[in-house]
């Protein structure tokens, strides 16, 4: 898919447009009915970074250190919450890449958002989807980023490697989106995001 379409297919989706309670919501509830969600969620926002390669488009990611309080060791987008200072969900997701991997907010063109998407921790995550233009230095926190790789897009797209899996967790079993990449495991609300992309791109 070229980035044209890629525009197109944006310009015409109403991904996170809905602002009816719960609504065009995404989240771990979507696959585990009957789940409660918080009320006072805490708003955050993530950058889905699509890097623009002579060999075709790829999607960033970062893996956690393992030390973290929140989601160690995990695979996730860049981002974190939204601090009082930033003033749009957009400028929360580039402040967030700059400080975690280095990139700096003018290689990124921003081209919309997916579904606000519940996180069972209690956040309430904007996933901001831009193309980010080479070249760049990853410059990784190294207090919160173990690692910064890529995958491609046409992986993304194909519904063949969209997942599920189930945990138990204090009694309740919980179901999720797996997308195994290689020797990555991408779960939880990362690969639930990566499924609302690929839904808008090429349909569910």
Known sequence: MQREEIIKRFKTSDSGS??????GFRGDHNLNPGMELKDDLIPAAVLVPLVDRPEGLT????????????????????????????PSHLAAALREAEEEVGLPPDRVDVIGVLDPYIVRSGYR?????GFVNPPFDVKPDPFEVADVFEVPLTFVLNSDNHETDSR????????????????????????????NLSEVLVGP
């Not at 809905?18 to 609504?23: A, F, G, L, V, Y």
């Not at 995550?125 to 989807?129: L, Y």
């Open 18 to 23: 809905s602002s009816e309670r719960w609504s």
């Open 59 to 86: 999607i960033m990611l970062t893996q956690r250190t393992a030390h973290l309080n929140d989601h160690a060791g995990q695979i996730s987008f860049p981002g974190g919450r939204v601090e009082p200072e930033d």
């Open 125 to 129: 995550v904007t996933p901001v989807v």
């Open 168 to 195: 138990t967790h204090e009694g309740t079993k919980r179901t999720f989106y797996v997308l195994p990449y290689e020797d990555r495991y991408i779960w939880g609300a990362t690969a639930g995001m990566l499924v």
